[in-house]
C-alpha cells in the first residue's frame, strides 16, 4: 500500500528545514518497499507484505536547518499482510460441475474475501461459464460454483478471474486465475462396416477412429448380444486397433 508522511519542524526555526528519512529494520524477503530513503514528505513510498502476519517497519528521520542539525527521530509504520493467490488448473470432459473454495488458494493463509468473474466475453460453444457475472457484476461468493458444459467435439477453455481482499486489513492482493479445459465430446467409428461377417471361431481386425476432444486416446471395447448364441471376444488391443473373435451365431453390437 502506499505511505504518506509529511514532516513539520516543531522548534520555532524560522530558516527552512530539510528531512532525511530511512527505513532501517523490518524490511524481509516477505515485507518490501520500493524506496528504502530519500529527502522531504515521504509520498511516493509503497509497502507490501506478503507473509501471513502483521509487519513493523521502523524508520528515521533526520532534520537540518542551515548547518544544524536536530535529534534524530524514530517512527513505525504498521503493514498489514495482503493475500497472495495461486493460479488454479481445472480439466474435465465435455462437462465440469465447477465448486472451488477459494481461500484454500491463498498460498500465506490470509484470511480473504473475494471478487471474481469470468474473463473475456461467451464463447458460442460453452454453455454455462459466466454463471452471471462479468467484469462489472463480480460475484462476492467465497466458492467458485458453476456448471461448465463444452457443447463442441473441440478443447475449449473458459478462465475466471479472481481478487482476493483480507479480511483484518482490507489490503487488496493480485488477481489470480482458475482455468478451465474442457475437452470435449469424443466420438468413434469403426473402419469396418456396420453389417460385417465373421465365421464362428475366426477372427477380424477392428479399428476405432476417435473424432474430437484432444489426444492420446485409449479404446475399451465391449461385446453385447443381441440375437441368438452369437458372442464374441478381444484380443490384444492397439492404439484402436483390436482382434474380435466370435462365437456362437447371431448377431453382437461392439
Excluded at 504498521?78 to 493475500?83: D, F, K, L, R, T
Excluded at 482455468?179 to 477380424?204: E, K, M, N, Q, Y
Aim: hydrophobic share 35%; glycine share 12%; net charge negative.
Amino acid at each position: 500500500d502506499d505511505v504518506f508522511v509529511e514532516f513539520a519542524e516543531t522548534s520555532g526555526i524560522e530558516i527552512e528545514t530539510e528531512f532525511a528519512w530511512e527505513i532501517v529494520d523490518g524490511l524481509s524477503d516477505e515485507v518490501t518497499a520500493n524506496l528504502t530513503s530519500g529527502t522531504g514528505n515521504i509520498d511516493e513510498l509503497q509497502l507490501s507484505n506478503v507473509g501471513g502476519s502483521v509487519a513493523t517497519v521502523m524508520f528515521t528521520v533526520d532534520a537540518t536547518s542551515g548547518a544544524c542539525a536536530g535529534d534524530q527521530q524514530t517512527f513505525s509504520v504498521i503493514v498489514n499482510p495482503e493475500p497472495v493467490g495461486d493460479d488454479e488448473a481445472v480439466s474435465g470432459c465435455s462437462v465440469i460441475e465447477l465448486d472451488v473454495d477459494l481461500q484454500t488458494l491463498i498460498d500465506n493463509d490470509v484470511a480473504s474475501t473475494f471478487s471474481w468473474y469470468f474473463v473475456g466475453s461467451s464463447n458460442a460453444l460453452l454453455v454455462g461459464q459466466d454463471s452471471g457475472t462479468d467484469v462489472d457484476n463480480p460475484s462476492a461468493s467465497s466458492t467458485l460454483l458453476a456448471t461448465v458444459v463444452n457443447n463442441s467435439t473441440q478443447p475449449q477453455t473458459a478462465t475466471y478471474r479472481v481478487t482476493p481482499t483480507s479480511e483484518d486489513g482490507d489490503c487488496l492482493g493480485d488477481s489470480f486465475d482458475v482455468i478451465v479445459s474442457l475437452f470435449g465430446d469424443v466420438t468413434v467409428f469403426f473402419s469396418t462396416p456396420d453389417g460385417t461377417t465373421v465365421c464362428a471361431g475366426d477372427s477380424i481386425q477392428l479399428q476405432g477412429l476417435p473424432s474430437g476432444g484432444s489426444g492420446p486416446y485409449s479404446f475399451n471395447y465391449e461385446v453385447t448380444p443381441l440375437t441368438g448364441t452369437a458372442t464374441g471376444s478381444f484380443g490384444a488391443q492397439d492404439n484402436g486397433l483390436g482382434e474380435f473373435r466370435g462365437t456362437g451365431e447371431g448377431t453382437v453390437e461392439v
